[in-house]
Structure formats: C-alpha cells, structure tokens
C-alpha cells in the first residue's frame, strides 16, 4: 500500500476521526456552521451543561476544527474549516441512503412474505 496514503489515514484518524467521535462534538460543529458562539450560547442552545460543552470545544480546538477569537472576556469559538461541514453532510446522506435501502428491502420482505402466506 501506499506508504503517504497510509501516513495520511492515520493522521485524519488521529486528527480529526477521534475528535468526531462525540455527537454532542457533531452538534457543536453543526452550532458553529450557522457562526461565532461563545461557550455559553452554545450550551443553551444545545442544552447541554456549559462545562460539557467547554470540554468538548478543547478537544476540536486541539485538533484544529474550531477556532477561537477573544473580544475582552468573552471567547467566541467558530469552525476553523468549512469543509468539515460538507464532510459531516456527505457522510449523513450516506447513512440516510442506507437506512431508506434497508427500508426499502424490509418493505419487499414484508410484502413478499405476505404474498406467500396468501398462496
């Protein structure tokens, strides 16, 4: 295998895989998408407990996905990268066609089953 490919995987999982592995870190990246929020704001919008969500914003700060901009005492965290937004979006679309594929499946087992039963 491709030795950067495999240098590359390993730093997104480290860089960015691990810090996604949170949902209230996914819902603070898709808080952030709509711009600048200090931690508090965060915290009643989400209604999640300021220091949970303070704990999760070091973690996206350390690894680079949010960023941060004082204005006296008060520091506002926003998305370092866009991008990751679109990633998040692409990746739920995924799932989403899955979950209707499946659906789909069940349905024709369903009906297919009834059929059956019928004959």
């Known amino acids: 295998m491709d030795e950067q490919l ?3 995987i390993e730093m997104l999982y480290g860089q960015v895989c691990q810090a996604l592995g949170d949902p ?3 819902l603070i990246l898709y808080a ?3 711009g600048p929020h200090y931690v508090n704001e ?3 919008e989400l209604d999640i407990p ?3 969500v303070s704990r999760h914003l070091t973690i996206l ?3 680079s996905l949010v960023e941060t901009r004082r204005e006296s005492a008060i520091v506002y965290y926003s998305l370092a990268d866009d991008r990751i937004i679109q990633a998040l979006d692409l990746m739920r679309g995924m799932l989403r066609d899955r979950m ?3 659906a789909d499946l ?3 087992r369903a009906l297919n089953s009834s059929r059956t039963a019928n004959s």
Request: charged share 40%; glycine share 0%.
């Open 24 to 26: 209230k870190r996914l």
């Open 32 to 34: 952030l998408s709509r």
């Open 50 to 52: 300021q220091s949970t």
């Open 61 to 63: 700060r350390e690894r």
């Open 100 to 102: 209707v594929h499946k």
């Open 42 to 44: 965060l915290a009643k």
């Open 6 to 8: 495999v240098q590359e």
């Open 106 to 108: 069940s349905e024709f």
